[in-house]
């Protein structure tokens, strides 16, 4: 996943385990907002990401947990299944066309 640093304005890529779900993708940050990945969502949704062979284009937003918390339990679940964890902030990609 690629994100544009929020102070240096450059971009700033990282390997990470994700899931699908619902048609999505799903990141987890294990330090929630202290990950300088996460800082530079918050001040930049846009992101490009791959899976495979496939880049996207896309927009990040963080899953509140409290407002959405079957989709936050699903994407725990689902990431505890695959890497046998799944504790952290929950981040969503979506690919734009």
């Known amino acids: 996943m690629t994100t ?4 240096s304005g450059k971009q700033h890529q990282i ?3 994700f899931v699908e779900y619902d048609k999505l993708y799903y990141v987890i940050s294990e330090t ?3 990950a300088h990945w996460v ?3 918050i001040h930049e949704s846009k992101v490009s990401f791959s899976v495979g062979e496939k880049i996207f284009n ?5 899953i ?3 407002n959405e918390p079957k989709l936050a339990a699903e994407v725990a679940k ?3 299944e695959k890497y046998k964890w799944g504790e952290g902030l929950i981040v969503e990609l979506t690919a734009i066309s």
Do not use: P
């Open 58 to 62: 896309g927009s990040a937003r963080i």
């Open 78 to 80: 689902l990431m505890a």
């Open 39 to 41: 800082q530079n969502i």
């Open 32 to 34: 929630r907002k202290h």
């Open 64 to 66: 509140d947990e409290g």
């Open 15 to 17: 390997e990470i385990w």
């Open 4 to 7: 544009v640093g929020w102070k």
